[in-house]
């Protein structure tokens, strides 16, 4: 019997990751937590996880997937950790960055640097520690003493650099992002690219140096493939194909710029024998003679160091054995009984279970605990709008889940395995639901055309949801048609790769006041308003007036209501504002600026 009594009570914690989520989760488990002792450990040489650039080049072992020139898509509000909040950027330079509101790359290093000094001095924060596998063991008594065995490789040893060495924790909070894990597109023709070097992934983009005059095309419709393209408009041949599947997101902000040209899915590529690229898209267009192909097709939650017991659940062989299995290899496991779980096509009648639900970490309980092994769990297993306010409420709520309260308990969670396993079942259901119903619909309104015969009108349809390139509506007013179209796509029937499990969408608010109000339940004093940077006088902070980076104690963590989200919706016109601002008064080199 492996089944650990809950509510569990770990007293050592090791922390995987010294990005956002690890650090934020380092200091609320510090700091509201019953431990004896909380580590954190990060491969690199430094924390800030994407926020830290580092080298970008071939001998870099674990390259951020950031790039020069970028600039945040998220306003120092929404960045904000409750007792430290992110100062605005007009503290920097009042006159320029007025208009633009939104901190660069090194100001969210430089913030997250500060928030992790305390824990790199006192030796809390361990760098250069790699961790290649966690395995759970039993214990036999329940408890969760030394139950995570985890092996670190340790990079700073300079005559053995990578020795490894192993270590026993109660409790482990994997918090190393999904930036290891690109999504490439399944397209016939891309693997070979791949190995020529012809087709690059986002994440290896670092800014348009060496592309002057080159024949590019990227692929996808989001953040990183618009900054790709904007970046390289200046540089690069025109136009700049852009590859999409549906029109763009109003949240993914991007200017329109007619040297850009949208073009619909790519169908197959092919290498012409002087390697360049040709492509064959969607509606049977040949572009030819492409130099290089840039794919922002994403990233996915997966984290395949990680092997648990097998969990005594339906479908999984040798339950309750003492072998250890990947985490990742459960991903088919709680499937809604409407789902197929074989995720072969149809095989009998149900709807399989996709891959935008196996995209994903799999038996967590509101996204945080491993509903099998609570002493398992993950901060920022989902992406957010807001990553580093979802990761403060996230961690309050797992430390106190794992401490008892000042009243005696904490934040409670359900006692049985079952009770656990039904958020996520419910929510895969959810998305599964939204999906078909995208589906049907677009194949509704694609029978009905075919019916009427209306090719004309089709293809200028498809024509009208090519051309929609940037936002350029100044409110967060998406019209009903865009959103209809951003949803069935530009071939009237694949639902984003967006709306997925792990993406939580616009559940964010709804789920961020659930774990909030657990949080006060158990700590009425994290229900005080939220203190931001121009809401303390500079006496009150800690650490010195003339400290850009105050620590404000006292405050709480922020109300996730209506007006939140509406707020948060009102970044994307002010992000559209400033782009503009920025492309006229600062030309085109705005977009490589480094720094402040
Ligand atoms: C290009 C880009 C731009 C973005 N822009 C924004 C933005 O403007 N605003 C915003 O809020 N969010 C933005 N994001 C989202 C971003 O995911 C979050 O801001 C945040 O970085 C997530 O934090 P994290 O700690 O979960 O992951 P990460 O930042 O990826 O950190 C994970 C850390 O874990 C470490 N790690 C991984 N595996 C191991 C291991 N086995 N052992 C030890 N250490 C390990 C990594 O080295 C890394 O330091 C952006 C993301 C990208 C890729
Ligand atoms: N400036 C910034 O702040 C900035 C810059 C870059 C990245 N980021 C952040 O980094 C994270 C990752 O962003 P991302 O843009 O790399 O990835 P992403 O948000 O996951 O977007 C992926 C894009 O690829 C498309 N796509 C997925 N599968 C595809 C396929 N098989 N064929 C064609 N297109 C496909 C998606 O289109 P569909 O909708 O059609 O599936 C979508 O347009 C996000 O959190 C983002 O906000 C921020």
Redesign the pocket.
């Known amino acids: 019997m492996h089944r650990e009594e809950t509510p569990v009570r770990p007293k050592r914690v090791l922390i995987i990751g010294g990005g956002p989520a690890g650090l934020i989760t380092l200091r609320n488990l510090t700091k509201l937590g019953t431990f004896e002792r909380v580590e954190l450990v990060e491969r690199r040489d430094d924390v800030g996880g994407v926020w830290y650039l580092g080298a970008k080049d071939a001998n870099s072992k674990w390259p951020s997937?950031a790039y020069p020139g970028?600039?945040?898509?998220?306003l120092p509000e929404f960045l904000s950790v409750h007792d430290f909040p992110f100062p605005p950027p007009d503290q920097y330079d009042p006159e320029h960055r007025k208009n633009l509101p939104f901190p660069t790359l090194t100001e969210t290093y430089d913030y997250l640097r500060a928030f992790a000094k305390p824990f790199l001095e006192d030796g809390r924060i361990r760098l250069g520690q790699q961790v290649v596998k966690v395995e759970e063991t039993l214990i036999a008594d329940g408890s969760t003493k030394d139950k995570w065995l985890v092996l670190i490789r340790d990079w700073n040893d300079p005559v053995n650099p990578g020795v490894e060495r192993e270590e026993k924790w109660d409790a482990i909070v994997g918090c190393t992002g999904w930036y290891d894990n690109l999504?490439w597109?399944?397209?016939e023709g891309l693997d070979a690219l791949r190995e020529k070097k012809l087709a690059v992934h986002?994440k290896g983009w670092n800014g348009p140096e060496g592309l002057e005059g080159k024949r590019v095309l990227i692929?996808?419709?989001?953040?990183?493939?618009n900054?790709i393209a904007s970046q390289l408009a200046p540089v690069a041949m025109t136009p700049i194909y852009r590859?999409?599947?549906?029109p763009n997101?109003p949240g993914?902000v991007s200017l329109p710029d007619e040297r850009i040209e949208n073009v619909p899915?790519v169908k197959r590529y092919m290498l012409t024998n002087t390697d360049k690229v040709k492509v064959e898209l969607e509606n049977g267009r040949i572009i030819d003679n492409i130099d290089i192909v840039f794919v922002?097709?994403?990233?996915k939650p997966h984290v395949d160091f990680v092997h648990v017991l097998p969990p005594p659940l339906d479908g999984v062989p040798n339950a309750n054995g003492t072998t250890t299995v990947p985490l990742m290899s459960l991903v088919g496991l709680n499937a809604p009984t409407t789902l197929d779980p074989s995720d072969s096509e149809n095989a009998n009648s149900k709807p399989a279970l996709s891959s935008v639900l196996t995209n994903r970490i799999p038996l967590l309980h509101r996204h945080i605990l491993y509903a099998p092994s609570p002493s398992l769990a993950f901060i920022l297993s989902m992406?957010a709008y807001t990553p580093f306010t979802i990761a403060d409420v996230s961690s309050c709520w797992l430390a106190l889940a794992w401490s008892t309260g000042k009243g005696g308990e904490g934040v409670e969670y359900p006692k049985t395995l079952d009770e656990r396993l039904k958020f996520e079942r419910e929510r895969m259901e959810a998305i599964e639901k939204g999906r078909r119903e995208i589906q049907e619909r677009a194949q509704e309104k694609n029978d009905q055309r075919e019916k009427e015969k209306e090719n004309a009108t089709k293809a200028a349809d498809v024509r009208e949801q090519h051309n929609t390139g940037g936002t350029t509506s100044e409110t967060f007013s998406p019209s009903s048609s865009l959103i209809a179209a951003w949803q069935s796509?530009t071939n009237g029937h694949?639902p984003?790769?967006?709306n997925l499990y792990s993406v939580l969408a616009v559940s964010e608010e709804d789920y961020a006041q659930g774990l909030k109000e657990d949080v006060v339940k158990a700590r009425p004093e994290l229900g005080r308003e939220q203190k931001l940077w121009d809401q303390a006088s500079a006496s009150e902070s800690e650490g010195g007036s003339d400290n850009i980076y105050r620590h404000l104690p006292g405050g709480g963590l922020p109300e996730w209501n209506l007006e939140r989200r509406k707020k948060r919706e009102e970044m994307y016109p002010i992000k559209l504002a400033s782009l503009k601002w920025a492309r006229e008064k600062m030309g085109e080199r705005w977009t490589n600026r480094e720094g402040r």
């Open positions: 997937p970028l600039i945040g898509n998220v999504v597109p399944e397209t986002a692929i996808g419709n989001a953040n990183s493939s900054d590859s999409i599947r549906r997101f993914f899915p922002g097709t994403g990233y992406a796509g694949t984003s790769a967006l």
